[in-house]
C-alpha cells in the first residue's frame, strides 16, 4: 500500500505485533492533516482587548428620547400612506355618473375607456359593477348601465 507522502511507524502495543499507522509529512517535511481527519482549531486572529470594560446603564433621558423618535417616524409612516392611499381613491373614478347602451362587441374595459378616458381603466369597472350591482363581465348589446363619466 504506498501512499505519497506518508512514512510508516510501527506501534508495538503490549503482548501484540507491531501496527503500522501512518505519519504524513509535506514535502517541506512539516507534518500535515490526513485526509478526513478534522481540521486543528488555531483561534482566530483578532486581538481582543483585556482592558477592563464596565457595563453602560441607558440613561432614562436616552430611553424617552429613542422612544420619542420612534414614535415620530411610526406617525410620518402612516400620515405617508394615508396620504398615498388619498391620491389613489382622488383619481380612481369621476363622481359625475350617466346612462350608457353597451355597443356591440362591447365589454367592460372598452366600455370604461370610452365613457371615462384617460382614468385607470380598472378603477372605472370596479365602479361600474358597483353602481350596477355586475356580478360578472359578461354584457349584452343594448343593455342600459349606469357609469361614471369624465
Known amino acids: 500500500m504506498a501512499m505519497e ?19 504524513y509529512r509535506s514535502r517541506a517535511g512539516m507534518r500535515v492533516r490526513p485526509p478526513g481527519a478534522a481540521v486543528a482549531y488555531r483561534g482566530t486572529a483578532v486581538r481582543l ?11 432614562v433621558t436616552m430611553t424617552v428620547l429613542l422612544a420619542a423618535v420612534a ?11 394615508q396620504s398615498r392611499s388619498a391620491d389613489a381613491t382622488g383619481t380612481a373614478a369621476p363622481e359625475q355618473i350617466a346612462l350608457v347602451q353597451v355597443q356591440p362587441g362591447e365589454n367592460l374595459q372598452r366600455l370604461a375607456g370610452r365613457v371615462a378616458p384617460g382614468l385607470p381603466v380598472r378603477s372605472v369597472v370596479d365602479r361600474i359593477r358597483q ?12 343593455q342600459t348601465l349606469i357609469a361614471p363619466v369624465g
Request: hydrophobic share 45%; aromatic share 2%.
Open 5 to 23: 507522502g506518508a512514512h510508516m511507524t510501527a506501534v508495538i502495543d503490549a503482548g501484540r505485533r507491531p501496527v503500522r499507522t501512518p505519519v
Open 71 to 81: 414614535a415620530l417616524i411610526t406617525v410620518w409612516l402612516v400620515a405617508l400612506a
Open 49 to 59: 482587548s483585556r482592558a477592563p470594560h464596565g457595563p453602560r446603564p441607558v440613561s
Open 131 to 142: 353602481l350596477n350591482g355586475l356580478d360578472s363581465a359578461a354584457l349584452d348589446t343594448g
